[in-house]
């Protein structure tokens, strides 16, 4: 039976004359190659550096994002609780409460002409802030450009059945081609509504791009 010993993995050694064989090979290269051999390692280098500076941009770019929805959506709930409030308290009735609340919410404009929505729990428009003729049409089964069950998300995400942050396609206000969205969801349960917002994405990409090409062009001098 093979003693143990015999299992061992053999640990790498350095030769100090293969080491400098290799240094002497490298020397038998003129001034240009060496210097295209060091230029090339310190441009691969850059290249590596490039790639995880854009995905840092990125990622930190739709942190942003996500926490301006966030708070838009919170600045809107705390709108609806107060409009609820005074309905409980006898100022308002329920209906005129809902009328101005919903009225209140659709002048909110933010960022790019950017809007909030409200959906009831049925998938119900309420106020669409973008695209109006969804008001009084119930949307639960209607997929987006994407084939996303949007409003089948948007309810599940009020009622606490799917993340909050939910990503779709959807035309900007007054357009027809969709483009790629990201948006907030939460419910305000005393009436059955999902608020949200959501801004679009593809600017991130294309601004980190922008910046990518920048790098390059720097380091195209440079090097």
Known sequence: MPHPAEFKEAEPRTSASGARGMFMDLKRFGVRA???VALGSSGLGALLLMAAN????????YAAHQTRITHIVELGYGILATYEAQARAGKLSTE?????????MRALRYGENDYLFIYDYDGRGVMAGGKPELEGKVMLGQRDAAGNLLWDMIVDAAQGRRDPIIRYAFPRAGQK??????????GFD????????????????????RDMLHAGEIMAVVM
Request: proline share 4%; hydrophobic share 40%.
């Open 96 to 104: 005129e409460a809902q009328r101005q609340a919903k009225e209140t």
């Open 190 to 209: 005393p009436w059955r509504w999902a608020i949200g917002t959501g801004v679009y994405t593809d600017d991130v990409d294309a601004s980190v791009r």
């Open 177 to 186: 081609e969709a483009h790629p969205k990201m948006a907030f969801v939460r």
């Open 34 to 36: 060496r210097l295209g």
């Open 54 to 61: 854009a995905e840092d941009l990125r990622d930190n770019a």
